[in-house]
């Protein structure tokens, strides 16, 4: 393909691949769409637990079961009210039976796990899980998996493109600009996880779980990080601190929605 019109072409790209994020309404690159994050996440989860099905890795313990299930129940009927079109995704949960690992996540789409070392090692209340799986939610809710695709997609296009266009000075303009453009993009993890904490919050209050679980759930975290933590909260490190603050301030703001009265909604699970 001639140099110019894949810049042409990339340039284009970028200028119809901004997407309003669903939830906060920030704008995101997007060159992956969401369905198609859904596809391949699709596709990696199975990857990820039939080798794990077939050690026996994935817990079967009922009570477990029972009470992750329930947590996670309440939250997605919340999820649906945000973005009711998500109810036709193939939302489900399955917990990883490894006490060393401190994880949980929620692909595109509604695949989950979390890992029995987040719930042993943090001795964690329930409260303190509706917060895990609501942050972890939120992600998907964001599209947050087709953000990082697109990024890292960009990211190498980018390279690729700036290689190519070195020899012609106003092409090569063109593929500064755009590394420029990306630029901006790039810190976006540290701003995803923000986002997935702000909306977790407010899942978990609406799904009655206490809000002021988000800050004691960060205190063990921070005990634990130096254990073999893998979880996300973790992985891209806005200032532990910091962030407690936030978190904390929400409060009085969740506050009304936790002690709503009455029972809250189910959303009926499937189990296999
Ligand atoms: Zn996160």
Request: aromatic fraction near 6%; charged fraction near 25%; hydrophobic fraction near 45%.
């Amino acid at each position: 393909m001639p140099i110019r019109s894949f810049t042409h072409i990339f340039l284009l790209l970028l200028v119809v691949a901004c997407a309003t994020n669903p939830v906060t309404g920030r704008k995101q690159l997007m060159l992956i769409s969401e369905k198609q994050s859904i596809v391949a996440s699709r596709d990696a989860y199975v990857k990820l637990m039939e080798p794990l099905e077939e050690e026996g890795k994935i817990n079967t313990d009922p009570e477990v079961e029972k009470r992750i299930n329930l947590i996670t129940a309440k939250l997605i009927a919340q999820a649906l009210k945000y973005r009711p079109e998500t109810e036709s995704w193939d939302w489900r949960v399955k917990i990883i039976d490894d006490p060393k690992t401190v994880n949980a996540f929620c692909m595109a789409g509604g695949k989950m796990a979390i890992y029995t070392g987040l719930i042993q090692q943090l001795d964690a209340t329930d409260d303190e899980l509706a917060q895990v799986m609501g942050h972890e939610i939120a992600h998907a809710l964001s599209a947050h998996t087709a953000e990082r695709m697109s990024i890292a997609m960009a990211t190498s296009l980018a390279v690729t493109g700036f290689a190519l266009t070195q020899d012609q000075p106003g092409v090569a303009l063109a593929g500064a600009s755009l590394a420029a453009a990306l630029a901006i993009q790039l810190p976006n993890s540290r701003r995803s996880e923000s986002e997935a904490d702000v909306i977790g919050i407010e899942l978990a209050a609406r799904a009655g779980y206490d809000p002021h679980a988000a800050v004691s759930l960060w205190e063990k975290m921070a005990k634990v990080s130096g254990n073999d933590s893998k979880f996300d909260f973790l992985s891209t490190h806005p200032a532990p601190a910091k962030r407690m603050e936030v978190l904390g301030q929400l409060i009085p703001e969740m506050m009304p929605y936790y002690e709503e009265k009455g029972d809250r909604p189910l959303y009926p699970l499937k189990s296999d």
